[in-house]
């Protein structure tokens, strides 16, 4: 099987409310599969759990063959600094705060195993330029960024490893439309460039169109459709799906 | 290119030999296709009913029909940006046919990307994304060197009559008949085996409607299989072998 990730009868409940209902996923290499719902239905908690960050009360999610929350803390560790990149909707939950924008992007390097500062520097230096920040402000610290730059730096930083997979948290959530629309192109190109997988998490259904190969949606812990992304959009089976689309503006 | 493997004639096909070239590149089986509107209480909308089409590499047929009978939503099933209630799609993809209709999402990506093409009536616009790039693109997602893909992009465009000056620009800004010949270079760049073309000369001059019959003309002696719309009737004269009728829903039943 060619699957770099899947999971199967996920279930996880906080109290009385279901967050996972028997949920069952798959991810190939180089497919970029987009999660969409509205607040609450359990797209992020998905995004956690099959992450390894958060355990499922059922189920199970195989990286490569491997039991993701069976491995250990510290494999676990190791697949989020080599093959694993996570972008977090609020960067500053990805980022450090005191140390450089370079040393940002240089940190993970060094983390998966990068010693010589010179290569690092450079390196971080063409990340920097990638994702459309001037590498004069290569020494600047992150907290003199505005948002959108902010991101832009926590994008670099999860991509400089080049993982083969890289979970999104709605990644442009908080940022002006203007913003967002610089930012998803940037991550589309990234992505087509890299041949990344990636899963993303956005309630923005015209962003998950421009990004994603395929795509779930999730109502009340369940996926209640999936398919191509633009049969899904265009012509949605199920009756939440087509209140989805039929909210949304011109998507 | 698989339609170059299949050892066509050069010449262009007569209508009535389409079915002694062997098999066709696109071919549907009793497709059917329904709306189901759950906002509005859960009303059924028949569009399709049993369509049996099939078109041969070579060969281009225009659909026919009054508006509103359904001709965009087949041409939509067999791209399947639509599902279809019941029935099959049937590509001839690398060797092989692959039911649109069923086939994975990946599956579908893979045969859309080598074999099946589609020129909509509207571009969909990338921001920030230039006019020579979108071109290029899917042409460098079947393996053609960048270089390669930007010069036959920017080629393809110049022969539409998109001087050069536009091609490193996003087309969002552009005309209405501007943005459509970005969709049609966009379509019309990779040689694509099997081609759907939604109304490709609604808003062009007579110059360009030009351009765009003598790329079809080519493409059909390259081998290509086109299904098309043409509300244009001289366009549609001058480029189809044969029209398909789609009826609609209350005549045919």
Redesign the interface.
């Known amino acids: 099987m060619s699957e770099l990730l899947t999971a199967e009868g996920l279930h996880l409940h906080f109290g009385k409310v279901a967050a996972l209902d028997d949920v069952a996923l798959e991810i ?1 290499p180089g ?1 970029v599969v987009a999660i969409v719902g509205e607040s609450g239905s359990g797209k992020t908690t998905l995004l956690r759990v099959l992450a390894g960050l958060m355990p499922p009360q059922q189920g199970q999610v195989l990286y490569a063959g491997e039991d993701v929350h069976a491995m250990g803390e510290a494999a676990r560790r190791r697949l989020m600094r080599s093959d694993w990149g996570f972008v977090h909707q609020n960067p500053r939950d990805g980022l450090r705060l005191r140390v450089s924008a370079g040393g940002n992007v240089g940190e993970r390097l060094m983390a998966a195993g990068a010693r010589h500062y010179g290569n690092i520097r450079a390196e971080a230096t063409e990340w920097l330029k990638r994702v459309e920040i001037d590498p004069a402000r290569i020494d600047d610290m992150p907290l003199q960024f505005s948002g959108g730059m902010q991101q832009r730096l926590q994008i670099a930083r999860t991509l400089v490893t080049r993982p083969k997979l890289v979970f999104m948290d709605e990644p442009t959530g908080g940022l002006d439309v203007s913003v967002q ?2 930012l ?2 940037l991550i ?1 190109a990234l992505v087509a460039d890299l041949g990344l997988a990636v899963l993303i998490v956005t309630h923005d259904i015209a962003a998950a169109r ?1 990004l994603a ?2 795509m779930l949606v999730m109502r009340r812990g369940q996926v209640v459709e999936q ?5 899904v959009l ?2 949605p ?3 939440y799906t ?2 989805l689309v ?1 909210s949304v503006l011109a998507a | 290119m698989s339609h170059q493997e299949q050892g066509r004639p050069t010449q262009p096909a007569a209508p009535d030999r389409a079915a002694a070239l062997g098999p066709h590149a696109i071919r549907t089986e009793g497709l059917s296709k329904d ?5 509005q209480g859960g009303i059924r909308i028949p569009v399709l009913r049993g369509v049996d089409l099939a078109v041969a590499p070579g060969e281009c047929v225009a659909l026919a029909g009054p508006s509103g009978a359904g001709k965009s939503t087949l041409m ?1 099933c067999l791209y ?4 279809a209630g019941s029935g099959h799609v049937w590509v001839r993809h690398d060797g092989r046919e692959v039911d649109i209709t069923s086939a994975d ?2 599956e ?2 893979a045969v859309r990307r080598d074999t099946l093409g589609y020129v909509s009536q509207f571009l969909r616009v ?4 230039a006019t020579q790039q979108i071109v290029a693109e899917p042409l460098m997602a079947r393996g053609v060197g960048r270089e390669e893909a930007m010069a036959h992009a920017a080629a393809l465009l110049k022969r539409l009559n998109l001087p050069a000056k536009l091609h490193g620009l996003p087309p969002a800004t552009f005309s209405g008949g501007e943005q459509q010949r970005v969709n049609l270079a966009r379509g019309f760049a990779p040689g694509y085996p099997v081609l759907l073309l939604d109304e490709p000369t609604a808003s062009l001059d007579a110059a360009n409607r030009d351009v765009v019959v003598a790329l079809i003309a080519e493409a059909k002696r390259a081998g290509t299989a086109i299904i098309g719309i043409f509300h244009d009737t001289e366009v549609r004269d001058r480029v189809a072998d044969r029209l398909f009728e789609v009826a609609p829903m209350q005549d045919a039943a």
Not at chain 1, 227 to 231: A, K, N, Q, Y
Not at chain 2, 80 to 83: E, I, P, T, V
């Open positions: 190939h497919e629309a610089r998803l192109d589309r421009l190969h395929r398919g191509l992304t633009d049969r265009d012509d089976q199920h009756p087509q209140l039929s | 709306f189901t509107l759950h906002l939509r399947g940006n639509y599902g999402a990946r579908v990506r990338i921001p920030r994304v």
